[in-house]
């Protein structure tokens, strides 16, 4: 794939309008559908430059510089010149400039939202905004009745929420500041803001933000200023949005709490949500994601395409179609994650060395919400199938935004019946399985440097020592500091890694394990024992899958699964001795 | 597969089919007529009130019906939560009626899955359901033990990916014994089951318990005998997150050494059957 880094190419216009002058950039072929980015605080539509070339594929992009940024001209006096009134005339003259006979499609970050809002709920819009996509700025009419909900009712949960959101807005408080705003961005705070950004925002560096940045955050600064106050003074009461919204949540967002979308529904007869794990600078840090899930909504609401099987399931806004690649997903516990993801309206990839089961899973996962599914042959122990398999994915699916390392196969027996050929074999399903996936997946994830999750499927037999399990714990125990020594080194690219330790789940592990040391048929009866142990107990792996997608969404690092294994994570911090004591029980068999 | 509309059947066999047929009539009937709204109680009320008018009197068991997420037993624990409830039933939501009429002494037990409009995914259960019809009568003629061949039931629907939710009926069955029964002028029912017709499965039991057999076809070792001569109804249910589809047809057992006699299905023109037909 080919990464844009500025807009060159676009073609430009100047739009007059309200003693302004607008610089307007376009991209992607005018018979498509438009779709209009309106960027933030303090930025110049160059924000947009690794989503826009993106989006033009499919339509016709427009961005803007708002009035006061980038190349527009700055109304004069300032003072006045920034009312969301005046931006939604200068909205108003692009649409009309850009696409006079076809509503267009608004995408708004930060202060391009917050002014997206205004077009989208009042009345003179009407019909000239096909549909809306909002990323990190609420509409001040909603804050305000959001604030005044709080205040007239205060009770503890609301008040946190106020206290919570009153604190991320100190720079709101700041620029109300006269002049101070604007010699600390024309001097020291211009120079440093790039840094900044990298530093806390982890944005990654490069042409953005373009040499304008001092003049835009001065300029800027008066969209607080004329319209912050006087808007969660006197919300407006009828800003019922009039199109289709798409909300895009950044849950890192240091400027903004996921609380304040929470009374959304009632203002937005249409809307769809979507989370994402990120900072404030989602243009900038996630622009797959962003323009996937533009494409996406834009084209449903185009009625580009039929209307499937919807994603019903808790965490549809976070996983929605986002590529999830599942191992050992003919059985158990990745069939039922590949299941729980497909249901979240994830694209699932299901890789089994059966086949056949694998096509199952894949078959199963359109059916109950996935996108698209589909089914991979390969065994997890070969490294050159696993190579092979990594750039297949790349190259026909897409870069993973979930990697399920879940393949895994069970040994028992003790110590000294069990041959370095079955050591070999356990090792490499459990053990090389999962280093061949974090390596390559979590690979093609930091290098597209947008994030990510990995999860490894260890087992409490990880910290939970047992004479009848020496290998198998083992490769278990290995996956676990696996995992938390991966996660300590993808933490600064956005990558999370997490370790999921079942205990007994009933899935068919037991009827394939390998008892080392007994006969054929001394083999099979023991299988068929813990088949029934395990079925008595009864945790399904549903459960499991459930544990999984909370896990990523919350970005545990270790998670155990089923009451026993938690009660051995716990004793083996605070009583190891005691866990000690039930490794030398003899199981049951 | 032998049809069984080929074979000369005996008038007792007959008189079952025709209960069966009668039942299965009522099912697609009161399908036809659920509309969203309808809660699960009153088409429970409309499958009785449509075979009560048809003459039956008695039952093996009060009708039943699932919808939703009921129908794969979501969070069943007690067996009070068959019972048809308050839950109302929405365009896309599977439904499953289940119903055991008496008719002139003869029983059916029938069960009867669809969806108000399409569900791609029940279609697909009810798709995957014709290869346990098949395996379970292979491995009936085959003589094997029941509790085997509830086993191997079990590893197929594993494959298929989905959930045995027969494990939720009483006693976990797959199957139960359905026989001819006396008609009484009064024929209370307790728990939704007719009085005469587990009297009949007591007193099986009982029989079952001194030889060495079950009427109830389960799990446990008591199963673990060869097939019985005798009716079977047969009701093996598939579940998949939330959604549920089952059949519930009477299997002939008899005591033929001929294979293709020794056990067939009473009746091949039913609806999952001619389904399944229609789908080649």
Redesign the interface.
Known sequence: MTVPVTLQGARERRVRTGGVELCVAELGDPGQPTVVLVHGYPDSKEVWSEVAPRLADRFHVVLYDVRGHGRSTAPKPLRGGFTLEKLTDDFLAVADAVSPDRPVHVVGHDWGSVQSWEFATVKRTEGRIASFTSMSGPSLDHLGHWINKRLKRPTPRRVGQLLGQGAKSWYVYALHTPVLPELAWRGPLGKRWPRMLERFEQVPGGTYPTSSLPTDAAHGAWLYRDNVRARLRHPRTDAYAHAPVQLITPLGDAFLSERLYDELESWVPQLTRRTLPAKHWIPRTRPDQLVDWITEFVTSVEGGRPDGVTASGKYADRFGGQLILVTGAGSGIGRATAYAFAEAGARVVAVDRDAEAAARTAQMSRLIGAPEAWAETVDVSDEQAMEKLAEKVATEYGVVDVLVNNAGIGLSGSFFDTTPEDWKKVLDVNLWGVIHGCRLFGRQMAERGQGGHIVNTASAAAYQPSKALPAYSTSKAAVLMLSECLRAELADQGIGVTAICPGFVNTNITSTARFAGVDAEEEKRRQKKTARLYGLRNYPPEKVADAILRAVVRGDAVVPVTPEARGAYLMSRFTPKALRRIARLEPPL | MTSAVTRELSAELQGFRAVQRLAYECAEAVAARLEPGITEREAARMQRAWLCERGVRDWFHLPFAWFGDRTAFVNFRVPLQFFPTGRRLEPGMPFILDMAPVYDGYTADIGYSGSLGIN??QD?LLADLEAHRELILREVRERRPLREIYEDVDRLM????Y?NRHRAYPFGVIAHKVDRVRQRRWSPHVFGFGTQSLKGLASDALHGHREGWSPLWSPYRFSDHPPRPGLWAVEPHLG??GTGAKFEEILVVTDSTDPEESAFWLDDDLPHVRRWAEEK
Request: hydrophobic residues 40%; aromatic residues 10%; charged residues 30%.
């Open positions: 791609p995914v697909r594993v494959r298929q990916g959930a998949f997150r």
